[in-house]
């Protein structure tokens, strides 16, 4: 079974420009989730879907931030415009209800 | 303020020398203790769910305990593949979201 796949693996950007994150999550999946690990920081919850809805969106620092999953199953996440704060480490995960997440292998942003 | 915290922040073994890491957590109600493991470049990767005060799970070298106010993982006679990033991250059941609270992890090094 596929687990759940990121698409960059890294992205290198200059302040001001768009960037978008693909997560497809495991087949069947109806919860998908968003996190982000900033440089010698925990990885901080960002957003919650389940299926196509936003269940939970509080962590996600301002609206530069623009998360969309369209018909339930992969997601996007779109910066614009980034800044030098946005570089981190963004991982997406799926789960089945309240069982345990599986995360992607994550998408690395570096903000120039 | 939902609150976890690892230590030690890092650890060197020996091979064969046994060790704990500890994982202790503030929530209002716990809905889930999730242990993960976590190599370089890579996503955090499923180990353990505990959901209740005196719950134990095994899986090979590694044992994970829970209380009221802690969890342990414990490394039996580890080997140097062992070696990784241990996070630990609760979920809140009065939160109403299913959203992971991560700490900051526990950098493992076992030595040949």
């Known amino acids: 079974e596929a687990g759940v796949t990121q698409f960059p693996s890294h992205s290198v950007i200059e302040k001001g420009q768009t960037v978008t994150l693909r997560c497809d999550p495991i087949s069947g999946h109806d919860n998908l989730y968003w996190y982000r690990r900033v440089m010698g920081k925990e990885i901080k919850f960002l957003l919650h879907f389940v299926k196509e809805s936003k269940q939970d969106e509080s962590g996600m620092p301002n609206n530069r931030f623009l998360a969309e999953r369209t018909g339930g199953t992969y997601s996007t996440l779109k910066v614009q415009p980034a800044e030098l704060e946005d570089s981190g480490v963004y991982f997406c995960?799926?789960?089945?209800?309240?069982?345990?997440?599986?995360f992607g292998p994550g998408t690395r942003l570096t903000v120039t | 303020e939902d609150q976890v915290t690892q230590s030690p922040e890092a650890l060197r073994l020996q091979e064969g020398e046994s060790s704990s890491l500890n994982c202790s957590y503030t929530?209002?109600?716990?809905?889930?203790l999730f242990w993960y493991r976590q190599d370089p470049g890579k996503g955090p990767e499923f180990l353990f769910t505990l959901y209740s005060a005196g719950e134990e799970k095994e899986k090979e070298r590694l044992k994970a305990t829970l209380t009221k106010k802690e969890s342990f993982l414990h490394i039996t006679a580890p080997k140097p593949e062992d070696s990784a990033t241990y996070l630990c991250a609760v979920r809140d059941a009065t939160s109403g979201t299913y959203k992971y609270i991560f700490g900051t992890g526990t950098r493992l090094k076992v030595l040949a």
């Open positions: 995960a799926s789960s089945q209800g309240l069982a345990e997440e599986y």
């Open positions: 929530v209002s109600g716990l809905r889930g």
